[in-house]
């Protein structure tokens, strides 16, 4: 992980109001490398603070908060902090509370049942200028995307790549829509995750786009995937 990450370690701040919980977070991540939890808050708004005094990389925030709930705290920790990412780490999965915690501006969102290394994966993934999206959330971002204006169910013909977009370039990004990392996508395609970052990057550069969820709404809007049957 170590080699994967870079050598970096990222500053951790960790916010549930459930003592068992955060402090079985801060024990579990501090027994993997690639993290350093220097603060824990028990409430949003105390995350705030903390996140002005510490400075730190990522906030890890549950959403199911008193005072301040994890969708405001993150709200104002981007407004206030945007040198601050935030992962949402909560027990709830469901639409209601993803789509206000992404738009209030978090960058990652993991149920309760993530790994270690899943978590250590999606803070890395947020630093990295990433979407840290568990391939199941991704999934429903990508089927609650297709639900206001569905695509024609069959494209007519293969169309030329748009804005530029190399064959591999577009490739890469339709295993993005898919939900695949950047490590299972160098699987799939046989290539370094280096090599994948480039064409991401390439990507994001010709578009406009700037993370992955973008890259999934740029997908749909081009025609490039179809909704999910049924």
Same mark, same amino acid.
């Not at 027994?31 to 996140?51: K, M, S």
């Given at each position: 992980?170590?080699?994967?990450?870079?050598?970096?370690?990222?500053?951790?701040?960790?916010?549930?109001?459930?003592?068992v919980?955060?402090?079985?977070?801060?024990?579990?991540?501090?027994?993997?490398?690639?993290?350093?939890?220097?603060?824990?808050?028990?409430?949003?708004?105390?995350?705030?603070?903390?996140?002005?005094?510490?400075?730190?990389?990522?906030?890890?925030?549950?959403?199911?908060?008193?005072?301040?709930?994890?969708?405001?705290? &993150?709200?104002?920790?981007?407004?206030?902090?945007?040198?601050?990412?935030?992962?949402?780490?909560? &027990?709830?999965?469901d639409?209601?509370?993803?789509?206000?915690?992404?738009?209030?501006?978090?960058?990652?969102?993991?149920?309760?049942d993530?790994?270690?290394?899943?978590?250590?994966?999606?803070?890395?993934?947020?630093?990295?200028?990433?979407?840290?999206?568990?391939?199941?959330?991704?999934?429903?971002?990508?089927?609650?995307?297709?639900?206001?204006?569905?695509?024609?169910?069959?494209?007519?013909?293969?169309?030329?790549?748009p804005?530029?977009?190399?064959?591999?370039?577009?490739?890469?990004?339709?295993?993005?829509?898919?939900?695949?990392?950047?490590?299972?996508?160098?699987?799939?395609?046989?290539?370094?995750?280096?090599?994948?970052?480039?064409?991401?990057?390439?990507?994001?550069?010709?578009?406009?786009?700037?993370?992955?969820?973008q890259?999934?709404?740029?997908?749909?809007?081009?025609?490039?995937?179809?909704?999910?049957?049924?």
């Amino acid at each position: 992980m170590t080699e994967e990450f870079d050598g970096r370690v990222a500053r951790v701040v960790v916010a549930d109001d459930q003592t068992v919980v955060r402090e079985g977070i801060v024990m579990l991540l501090g027994l993997l490398p690639g993290v350093e939890v220097v603060g824990a808050a028990g409430d949003g708004e105390e995350a705030v603070r903390l996140v002005g005094e510490l400075a730190p990389d990522v906030v890890l925030m549950d959403l199911r908060m008193p005072r301040c709930d994890g969708v405001e705290a &993150t709200r104002r920790i981007r407004a206030e902090h945007p040198g601050t990412q935030v992962v949402v780490l909560t &027990t709830f999965g469901d639409d209601e509370s993803l789509f206000p915690a992404l738009r209030a501006g978090a960058r990652g969102y993991l149920t309760k049942d993530a790994g270690g290394d899943e978590i250590v994966r999606a803070v890395h993934s947020v630093l990295s200028g990433d979407a840290g999206l568990s391939p199941s959330i991704q999934r429903r971002l990508l089927e609650r995307l297709s639900d206001p204006e569905p695509q024609p169910a069959e494209p007519v013909e293969p169309v030329a790549p748009p804005d530029g977009l190399t064959a591999r370039e577009t490739e890469v990004l339709l295993l993005i829509a898919d939900g695949l990392s950047n490590h299972e996508i160098a699987r799939k395609l046989h290539v370094s995750t280096a090599t994948v970052k480039t064409h991401i990057n390439n990507m994001f550069a010709k578009t406009g786009l700037k993370d992955r969820a973008q890259a999934v709404r740029y997908a749909f809007a081009k025609g490039l995937v179809r909704p999910p049957a049924g």
